[in-house]
DNA sequence: TGCCAGGCCCTCTTTAGGGCCTT
């Protein structure tokens, strides 16, 4: 049974290239459609939070002070997730964080990327929007807490996933759906979705016909 | 001095522009 590992990072800005650094993440394993455990941890990378985003995210420049340093929790946070496939939503900012942290610390990611933006968009174009929080509304999905912290938001991303996950099962009949399916998935134009999912059936069929 | 992300997607597109989404 496949697991996955749904992070969230809560940073000083938008672009670790614009110097912005990571000052939380959170991760959550998922395997067999259920949360089956959790790493959450403030870090201090010892710069300047803005007041924008001590705003957004409640989290104030004395409470990462006291904080482990990043190289330590990236550490930690790497040998949590181990080799599992990673999932976040707008994965491409979770990436170039998760990259840019691991760097410092002379490592590399081994794992791809899936994005529950890019799927919710393929999945659900009739959603007002696809913001997380918006998605969680529209699904009824569990609330996970206060969001912009990293635990609730992975948390909130990885009921997403599950119901992505459901949902696409749903569509197909016995076809196995894995990180991999989904991370194709996304990358389907909006209008190819059904064909494709047809052909992941097809090649279902014939590769289990007797 | 002023400005500063980046990838994806849609469309009044493709010789481009603008909105979405993340903090």
Not at 131 to 149: D, E, N
């Given at each position: 049974?496949?697991?996955?590992?749904?992070?969230?990072?809560?940073?000083?800005?938008?672009?670790?290239?614009?110097?912005?650094?990571?000052?939380?993440?959170?991760?959550?394993?998922?395997?067999?459609?259920?949360?089956?455990?959790?790493?959450?941890?403030?870090?201090?990378?010892?710069t300047y939070i803005p007041p924008f985003i001590e705003q957004l995210t409640g989290i104030s420049q004395a409470m990462v002070r006291s904080a482990p340093a990043p190289d330590r929790v990236m550490r930690d946070v790497a040998d949590f997730v181990g080799a599992h496939p990673l999932v976040a939503h707008n994965a491409s900012f979770d990436q170039r964080f998760w990259d840019a942290e691991l760097a410092r610390i002379d490592a590399v990611r081994v794992q791809p990327f899936a994005c529950t933006m890019l799927l919710a968009r393929r999945l659900y174009p009739e959603a007002p929007d696809h913001k997380l929080s918006t998605l969680v509304r529209f699904a009824g999905l569990p609330a996970s807490g206060r969001a912009h912290r990293a635990l609730a938001d992975a948390e909130a991303a990885a009921h997403l996933w599950i119901r992505i996950m459901d949902d696409v099962q749903g569509r197909l009949q016995g076809a196995g759906i894995t990180h991999r399916t989904l991370a194709t998935l996304q990358s389907v134009p909006r209008a190819g979705v059904d064909a494709h999912l047809l052909g992941l059936q097809r090649r279902f069929d014939r590769a289990t016909r007797r």
């Amino acid at each position: 049974m496949e697991t996955v590992a749904v992070i969230d990072f809560e940073t000083t800005g938008m672009s670790p290239g614009q110097g912005a650094r990571a000052i939380e993440i959170a991760a959550v394993l998922v395997r067999g459609g259920r949360i089956i455990d959790r790493y959450q941890s403030l870090m201090n990378p010892d710069t300047y939070i803005p007041p924008f985003i001590e705003q957004l995210t409640g989290i104030s420049q004395a409470m990462v002070r006291s904080a482990p340093a990043p190289d330590r929790v990236m550490r930690d946070v790497a040998d949590f997730v181990g080799a599992h496939p990673l999932v976040a939503h707008n994965a491409s900012f979770d990436q170039r964080f998760w990259d840019a942290e691991l760097a410092r610390i002379d490592a590399v990611r081994v794992q791809p990327f899936a994005c529950t933006m890019l799927l919710a968009r393929r999945l659900y174009p009739e959603a007002p929007d696809h913001k997380l929080s918006t998605l969680v509304r529209f699904a009824g999905l569990p609330a996970s807490g206060r969001a912009h912290r990293a635990l609730a938001d992975a948390e909130a991303a990885a009921h997403l996933w599950i119901r992505i996950m459901d949902d696409v099962q749903g569509r197909l009949q016995g076809a196995g759906i894995t990180h991999r399916t989904l991370a194709t998935l996304q990358s389907v134009p909006r209008a190819g979705v059904d064909a494709h999912l047809l052909g992941l059936q097809r090649r279902f069929d014939r590769a289990t016909r007797r």
